[in-house]
Every structure is written in C-alpha cells, then in structure tokens.
C-alpha cells in the first residue's frame, strides 16, 4: 500500500510541470526544460491520498507533507513523509531524447521510474517486494496552490486508483 506514497510524490511535480514561477529554494533555479518545475521549490505542501483497499488494509485517506529543493545538475528532489512512511523522488529533463524523467525509492522498499513527453502524462513501472506494477498518471494544476492528479496502478490483470490532491 505505501508504494502509492512515493508515486503521489511523483503526480504533485508531474502536475505542475507545463506552469512556471519563480522557485523558492535558496537562490537555486531550474533552467532549460525543467524551469516549468520551480513553481514546486520550497514547501510544505499538505497532501492527501485516498487510497484503495489493498494489503488487507481498507480503503482509507493517507495524509502526508511534501517538500522540493533544486540540487546540483539541474535537478528536483522531493522529499514525501506521513506517519508510518517516507520517500524520496528525483526528477531531471534528458534533452537528447526529449523526456522529463523521475525516479524514486521509499522506506517500504519500493522504487521506481517514468517518462513524459510533455510533462502532463507520465509512465512507467514501480516494484515492491519483487512485483512490477505499470503506472499512469494525469495531472490538473487548480491554482498556484493547489494540484491534484490521477493515477492508475496495475499488475496481474488488475488496476486500482489513486486520487490525490495537494495544497500550500
């Protein structure tokens, strides 16, 4: 269940990215391509996830903070936490094969990666425990402050879906 954490982590950057504005982290910007991401520098943002039933676990909302900060090559990194799990996510622009890419591993043992052409549709894979699931995700910015998205999860034949949205 807590793989979804890390991929919410994923969907607030990937929301956001076709905006700009000035970043927030300490004098670091964003340049080229990935510039569209300084809008998320700094934090807190105040997530909320509703997850599905899965793990044994009912369907229930999960709660977290998420924060970014711009790194050395041009990069984002994110930091997710809730109560019982926390995640890290890289994000970057590879300009010979015109893609955004992110790529992440969490305190569940959980790690994966995706690409977009146009940073409002990302895909790719996350693993837990041995078992690869596909992604999609689908991004709406509401306003400066808000993001929300969509993804979808699959593995074995089965999809299940996450809803989140988060807030500054």
């Not at 402050?145 to 089965?158: L, M, R």
């Amino acid at each position: 269940m807590r793989v979804f954490l890390v991929s919410i982590a994923t969907l607030a950057i990937a929301a956001v990215m076709g905006y700009s504005s000035p970043a927030r982290a300490a004098g670091e910007m964003l340049t080229g391509p990935m510039a569209v991401m300084n809008y998320l520098a700094g934090g807190p943002w105040t997530c909320s996830a509703n997850l599905p039933a899965m793990g044994g676990q009912p369907a229930h909302t999960e709660q977290m903070t998420l924060t970014f900060d711009v790194l050395p090559g041009n990069i984002m990194h994110d930091h997710v936490a809730s109560a019982d799990y926390a995640g890290d996510d890289y994000f970057g622009y590879m300009a010979q094969n015109s893609l955004y890419w992110t790529t992440s591993a969490d305190s569940m043992g959980s790690h994966g990666s995706s690409t977009s052409t146009d940073a409002k549709t990302f895909t790719g894979t996350t693993s837990m425990g041995g078992q690869s699931m596909s992604m999609t995700s689908t991004y709406t910015k509401v306003s400066p402050t808000s993001i929300t998205s969509h993804e979808v999860v699959t593995a074995g034949g089965k999809s299940m879906s996450v809803d989140s949205s988060c807030n500054r």
